[in-house]
């Protein structure tokens, strides 16, 4: 869409001398666990390491495909993106955790967002004519990738936070009462720039914990099963990244 429209910014995102050409499709890695995974996937395949700010950046020397994070929180994924896309990334396929808010939503499950309420404060210096969608045939390709390995999943709404430890329990209930299913910290923002940088986006939730008003708090962060499945979930995708079946 542009660099700010009318307003000329101090910085624009660009590639420097040295930094790598990015081609085809590639991950966003939003937590460290999956970067840290990501490290051996990206090694046993011959791809080289670059730094990206206080995260890695691994690419394929020889052709197509591409693995960053981690990237916590809107304005650090953001400040990764926006640097992916200068590199020339896309589309970009986005990997994080969410809580899930919604009655039928239990640990281990997966989310495609579809759209977000944002109460984050990155999306707010993008501006767009309307909200951002997910990029709709991405979504239905990353469909078809769950579907191959017989992965459930849903599509739903999600709320962007950018104060996880200021979640009560009174917004808990009245944004579920609005139909949105989980919560997170990247999504409304990544899908705002992407949008924004006419870059194709979607993002693959797992939800890692329960956030109800009904009953306690319930985090699967460190239970193996979980630790498992995000594994697995994470060499899904860079199989059929490194296909360049995205």
């Not at 990237?71 to 809580?99: Q, T």
């Not at 808010?101 to 767009?128: C, K, M, N, W």
């Not at 191959?148 to 009174?170: I, K, N, S």
């Not at 940088?197 to 008003?213: A, H, K, N």
């Amino acid at each position: 869409m542009g660099d700010g429209g009318e307003e000329r910014v101090v910085i624009t995102p660009r590639r420097s001398p040295g930094e790598p050409v990015l081609a085809g499709p590639g991950l966003l890695l939003v937590n460290p666990a999956e970067a840290g995974a990501g490290i051996s996937l990206a090694q046993t395949a011959g791809w080289r390491r670059q730094r990206l700010f206080h995260s890695n950046l691994w690419h394929n020397q020889a052709g197509a495909g591409w693995l960053a994070g981690p990237a916590v929180g809107s304005p650090m994924a953001v400040l990764c993106l926006e640097k992916l896309i200068a590199l020339g990334a896309g589309p970009v396929i986005a990997l994080g955790w969410a809580g899930g808010l919604a009655p039928y939503l239990a640990l281990g499950d997966i989310v495609l967002p579809t759209s977000a309420l944002s109460e984050e404060g990155t999306s707010r210096h993008y501006p767009l004519p309307e909200p951002p969608l997910p990029a709709e045939g991405l979504l239905t390709s990353l469909e078809r990738v769950l579907a191959t390995a017989a992965l459930p999943f849903r599509r739903g709404a999600v709320w962007t936070t950018d104060a996880p430890y200021r979640e009560t329990m009174a917004k808990v209930e009245k944004y579920r009462q609005a139909g949105i299913c989980a919560v997170e910290m990247e999504y409304a923002a990544l899908a705002t720039v992407a949008a924004f940088r006419g870059v194709e986006l979607v993002e693959l939730l797992l939800i890692s914990d329960l956030v109800r008003p009904d009953y306690p708090w319930q985090p699967a962060f460190n239970r193996k099963e979980f630790r498992r499945r995000s594994r697995a979930l994470l060499e899904l995708l860079f199989h059929f990244i490194r296909r360049g079946e995205f």
